[in-house]
């Protein structure tokens, strides 16, 4: 049965995001306003400085967003998907569009082989980019707390470097 109304999914995520400035809405926001699929970079004041365009979707982006702003790089757009399935296509779209002269690449902390990076290769045709993450594995994590910190810097440092 379809619905005429869109309710937002209710995430049991990480505590870690909940301390995160921008992780979560204003109360005004859920009464006046409506739940968004795609969240653009609200710091790109000219889209033709934008070189690259990194997506992204989970607590990832704080890490890309602390890299960005810690670095100065005007040159990134950072965009938040708040949905994956369905897949937004109009908003990803546009956003090609608007930044029609970046490079663009999806990150995710997740091993290549998980998280949303093969569903976006089998559906997501309509966008040409990369794909950021740890190599595939048949765990999600290592294990160890020193290696994960070493994996994930190691993707913010690529994402900015390739």
């Known amino acids: 049965m379809a619905w005429p109304f869109r309710k937002p999914l209710i995430n049991f995520a990480p505590k870690t995001n909940l301390g995160q400035t921008g992780s979560h809405s204003l109360k005004e926001e859920f009464l006046k306003g409506g739940f968004s699929e795609v969240i653009d970079d609200d710091s790109v004041t000219d889209e033709k400085e934008i070189k690259k365009v990194l ?33 937004p296509f109009k908003q990803l779209d546009a956003l090609y569009q608007k930044y029609k002269g970046a490079i663009w690449y999806w990150v995710q902390e997740e091993p290549l082989n998980m998280g949303a990076a093969s569903f976006l290769q089998m559906h997501l045709k309509t966008i040409n980019y990369g794909i950021i993450s740890r190599k595939p594995s048949a765990s999600t994590a290592s294990g160890f707390q020193k290696v994960h910190k070493a994996e994930q810097e190691e993707i913010i440092k690529t994402a900015y470097s390739i």
Not at 57 to 86: C, H, T, W
């Open 55 to 87: 997506f992204c979707s989970g607590k990832i982006y704080f890490d890309l967003k602390e890299r960005k702003e810690k670095n100065v790089r005007n040159d990134v757009a950072l965009i938040r998907m708040e949905q994956i399935y369905p897949l």
